[in-house]
């Protein structure tokens, strides 16, 4: 069974747990091209906490095109954030945007990887 913490250090912990239970049935070589594709489609929290807070200076709904809610990031460039307390909301939660996103990137990641085993 592959390692995580050794294949993907920088995880979040809840991200780290998800990536674990969807890799513990692949092979090492499955498990290092899941890796190598997952890293390059992840986005980092700090990421998401930078957009959120350029967004709430600036243009509203980075995060939200950042982590392809494009209705709802043109929803909050639109409204200025939902008048700023969507933007608030999103600073406050800005890592469970980001476990949603990558729990999807994973998702595909793993199922990319399968199907060419």
Same mark, same amino acid.
Request: glycine share 8%.
């Given at each position: 069974?592959?390692?995580?913490?050794? !294949? $993907?250090?920088? /995880?979040?912990?809840?991200?780290? &747990?998800?990536? =674990?239970?969807?890799?513990?049935?692949?092979?090492? %070589?499955?498990? =290092? +091209?899941?890796?190598?594709?997952?890293?390059?489609?992840?986005?980092?929290?700090?990421?998401? $906490?930078?957009? %959120?807070?350029?967004?709430? @200076? #600036? &243009?509203?709904?980075? =995060?939200?095109? !950042? %982590?392809?809610? %494009?209705?709802?990031? /043109?929803?909050?460039?639109?409204? !200025?954030? @939902?008048?700023?307390? #969507?933007?608030?909301?999103?600073?406050?939660?800005?890592?469970?945007?980001?476990?949603?996103?990558?729990? #999807? &990137?994973?998702? +595909?990641?793993?199922? /990319?990887?399968?199907? &060419?085993?």
């Amino acid at each position: 069974m592959p390692n995580v913490m050794q !294949l $993907l250090p920088m /995880l979040e912990p809840d991200e780290m &747990v998800y990536v =674990q239970g969807l890799i513990k049935d692949m092979s090492d %070589t499955q498990a =290092q +091209q899941f890796a190598a594709v997952y890293m390059s489609r992840r986005k980092d929290t700090t990421m998401v $906490l930078v957009a %959120t807070v350029i967004g709430f @200076f #600036g &243009v509203a709904g980075i =995060q939200r095109f !950042l %982590t392809n809610q %494009t209705g709802m990031g /043109l929803l909050y460039l639109f409204t !200025l954030g @939902f008048c700023f307390i #969507g933007t608030i909301i999103d600073l406050v939660n800005f890592r469970s945007i980001a476990l949603e996103y990558n729990v #999807g &990137v994973a998702q +595909q990641s793993a199922a /990319l990887v399968r199907s &060419v085993a």
